[in-house]
């Protein structure tokens, strides 16, 4: 009997020997980067055959809890996937990192885009197309006055005519900051105007 006791207690000690320590809990914090050293903003970072993980901010950076041993891989829109080891015996409970991705060269298949239903319809056009004989006349077409009266109305301002448009408008609204801005109707100067413009037959209906 002394001796089954014995034999129970030394397995129950053996067994309690035999067990690890469960893993340590750290601190792990990085930034990731381009081979350029620019931030990869957003990368997932995810504790492998876990739930565990975090995300990158606009800047790279990440901070969570992981374990010790713990591989995590990293995965970002347009880079390669990597992986990395968290090191075993740590002398403190953080640790941190620049990680770097390599960016990957994904190759689309060639789209063509026609502006014909079917190619048959594509085909046809193209050969009744009318082009000009030589260089010269297409030239001549392309500066002819009408034409470039008819696109100049048509053509929308570009960036410094808008932004004069809207520095004149903000300008005009402080200096009647505080009054009340003129009204043409009132103004001679106007009306002497409208009537110069319809005597001229300005207004005339035109066939």
């Given at each position: 009997?002394?001796l089954?006791?014995f034999?129970l207690?030394?397995a ?5 020997a035999?067990?690890t320590?469960p893993?340590k809990?750290?601190?792990f914090s ?7 050293l620019s931030?990869?903003?957003f990368?997932n970072?995810?504790?492998r055959n876990?739930?565990r993980g ?5 800047y790279g950076?990440?901070s969570?809890?992981?374990q ?5 891989l990293f995965?970002a829109?347009?880079f ?7 090191p ?6 953080k640790?941190s990192m ?6 990957d060269t ?7 885009v026609?502006p014909w239903?079917s190619k048959e319809?594509f085909?046809?056009a ?8 030589d ?9 002819s ?6 696109r100049?109305?048509?053509?929308p301002p570009?960036?410094m ?7 004149a408008?903000?300008?005009?609204k402080?200096?009647y900051s505080?009054?009340?801005p ?13 009537i110069q413009?319809?005597?001229n037959g300005?207004?005339r209906?035109?066939?």
């Amino acid at each position: 009997m002394r001796l089954l006791a014995f034999l129970l207690v030394a397995a129950v000690s053996f067994s309690a020997a035999a067990q690890t320590d469960p893993p340590k809990l750290v601190q792990f914090s990085g930034v990731v980067v381009t081979d350029s050293l620019s931030p990869v903003p957003f990368t997932n970072i995810l504790v492998r055959n876990t739930y565990r993980g975090t995300m990158s901010d606009v800047y790279g950076y990440f901070s969570f809890v992981a374990q010790e041993g713990d591989t995590l891989l990293f995965s970002a829109l347009g880079f390669v996937r990597s992986q990395y080891v968290i090191p075993s015996e740590l002398p403190e409970n953080k640790y941190s990192m620049i990680h770097v991705l390599s960016r990957d060269t994904i190759w689309l298949k060639e789209q063509v885009v026609y502006p014909w239903p079917s190619k048959e319809q594509f085909a046809e056009a193209f050969m009744n197309l009318n082009l000009p004989a030589d260089d010269y006349q297409l030239t001549m077409r392309n500066l002819s006055p009408a034409e470039l009266v008819q696109r100049m109305e048509s053509l929308p301002p570009d960036a410094m005519q808008s932004f004069q448009y809207q520095m004149a408008k903000d300008q005009t609204k402080l200096y009647y900051s505080g009054g009340t801005p003129p009204i043409n109707l009132f103004n001679p100067i106007a009306w002497a105007q409208f009537i110069q413009a319809w005597q001229n037959g300005a207004y005339r209906k035109k066939d």
